[in-house]
């Protein structure tokens, strides 16, 4: 569902930082090759996901959903000089695309990629987090937040996209990804250890400062 009129979205996307060569390169091949290209965070959402990391500057990013490997790109942008990403993701047959343009990119020895699901895989990683995206099953969300708040840094950000799930959340759920995102949206909303905003952004981006 797009919240925006199609030319005053293409105004805004006109008039935000360029989209990276690299990048476009990732999103055609991914629209070209890969079921449900939709999914690509795209490049104004791509340019707000750079910008929100080079404000933060993270030495360790967590992402919950891999896909092509484009948003993590995104955020590689702000990564510290010596900053890693671990990111996740349970679809192999994505992991050659995304280590092939890691490497492209300069940030390949710092960006890990991990197979398999998120809910096993999030408390086996070491350390704490700076700066952590979610984009991965919906049906989730709650629980991974219940596993990632207490391993944020004060100060630290989450994002969570797709939180608006094509205005299904404010309908009465019928399937189980709206009923989580509607929980997980009360749940943040109302969580004292975190400063909200959900922005309409594309299908809705909810940014979680820890407090």
Not at 24 to 33: F, G, M, P
Not at 88 to 107: H, K, L, N, P, V
Not at 153 to 171: E, F, H, M, R, Y
Request: charged letters at 25%.
């Amino acid at each position: 569902m797009n919240f925006l009129d199609k030319d005053l979205e293409e105004y805004v996307q006109q008039h935000s930082g360029k989209e990276p060569e690299l990048l476009q390169e990732l999103a055609r091949e991914t629209h070209l090759k890969v079921l449900q290209p939709r999914m690509l965070s795209g490049a104004y959402q791509g340019r707000l996901l750079a910008l929100l990391a080079k404000l933060i500057m993270p030495k360790h990013i967590l992402e919950i959903g891999t896909y092509t490997g484009y948003s993590a790109l995104c955020l590689a942008e702000g990564l510290h000089q010596k900053g890693r990403i671990d990111t996740i993701d349970i679809e192999e047959e994505f992991t050659d695309i995304q280590r092939r343009y890691f490497d492209a990119s300069g940030y390949g020895k710092q960006i890990f990629q991990h197979l398999g699901n998120a809910a096993a895989i999030i408390p086996t990683l070491k350390g704490e987090f700076d700066l952590v995206f979610m984009d991965a099953d919906k049906e989730q969300y709650p629980h991974y937040f219940d596993l990632i708040i207490d391993r944020i840094q004060p100060g630290g950000l989450i994002i969570a996209d797709n939180v608006l799930w094509s205005g299904k959340v404010i309908t009465k759920a019928t399937d189980e990804a709206t009923e989580a995102l509607q929980l997980f949206n009360k749940k943040v909303a109302k969580d004292t250890r975190v400063e909200t905003v959900l922005l309409p952004v594309r299908d809705g981006l909810t940014l979680l400062r820890k407090i």
